[in-house]
Nanobody, 111 residues
Framework: QVQLVESGGGLVQAGGSLRLSCAASGRTFSEYDISWYRQAPGKERELVGVSFSSSSTYYADSVKGRYTISRDNGKNTAYLQMNSLKSEDTAIYYC?????WGQGTQVTVSS
């Protein structure tokens, strides 16, 4: 079983930055992809990006150029660096290996 715990959310002004962390326990972290999703109030959950086990990454068009996903396999942790934040980035952010999900962390961007 894998446990995923997000942290780093909070309140930030538009144009600011936040870095989210996703700490994993359980089986070998380096073997699986880590995806970041977000869900805004009243909206469906959407994929933000993916850190593949191959070290490549994928980003949704809405965050491309502003968000950066990275991972430290030695620390069993993935990161989501969010820059140039906009009010529409406000959401609960989740990390997942597509089987197990974290509890989510709230990101609120004030305009």
């Amino acid at each position: 079983q894998v446990q995923l715990v997000e942290s780093g959310g909070g309140l930030v002004q538009a144009g600011g930055s936040l870095r989210l962390s996703c700490a994993a326990s359980g089986r070998t972290f380096s073997e699986y992809d880590i995806s970041w999703y977000r869900q805004a109030p009243g909206k469906e959950r959407e994929l933000v990006g993916v850190s593949f086990s191959s070290s490549s990454t994928y980003y949704a068009d809405s965050v491309k150029g502003r968000y950066t996903i990275s991972r430290d396999n030695g620390k069993n942790t993935a990161y989501l660096q969010m820059n140039s934040l906009k009010s529409e980035d406000t959401a609960i952010y989740y990390c997942t290996n597509e089987v197990y999900w974290g509890q989510g962390t709230q990101v609120t961007v004030s305009s």
